[in-house]
């Protein structure tokens, strides 16, 4: 059964950094797409980041490219993303999730079915 645990949120000051773990104990996260989605307060779920299985290739939302990086860690079975110069309007919880397919070159289209269980993310002074 596979089974995400994200780790590594809490308070952070704008223009700090934080960063992000997504294990997992129940498969080979190498082996398949994952993405990170933050759900900020009063809105949807939304996508932000992902690695595609097929070739590791990265896709980021217009709000976090530049800012945050997604990359995986194959002996540590980990995925992180980076988040770098956070602003107020990062905050939220974070979820990894599993993708249904192999390339994510379209971000907003990828099928998510597993998700971990959230990480809160706080950007304030």
């Known amino acids: 059964q596979v089974q995400l645990v994200e780790s590594g949120g809490g308070l952070v000051q704008p223009g700090g950094s934080m960063r992000l773990s997504c294990t997992s104990s129940?498969?080979?996260?190498?082996?398949?797409?994952i993405g990170w989605l933050r759900q900020a307060p009063g809105k949807e779920r939304e996508a932000i980041a992902c690695?595609?299985?097929?070739?590791?290739?990265?896709h980021y939302t217009d709000s976090a490219k530049g800012r945050f990086t997604i990359s995986r860690d194959t002996a540590k079975n980990a995925v992180y993303l980076q988040m770098n110069d956070l602003e107020v309007e990062d905050t939220g919880v974070y979820y990894c999730?599993?993708?249904?397919?192999?390339?994510?070159?379209?971000?907003?289209?990828?099928?998510?079915?597993?998700w971990g269980q959230g990480t809160q993310v706080t950007v304030s002074l």
């Open positions: 999730a599993r993708g249904t397919g192999t390339i994510c070159a379209r971000l907003h289209t990828v099928v998510f079915d597993i």
């Open positions: 129940g498969t080979t996260l190498y082996n398949i797409l």
């Open positions: 690695i595609s299985s097929s070739d590791g290739s990265t």
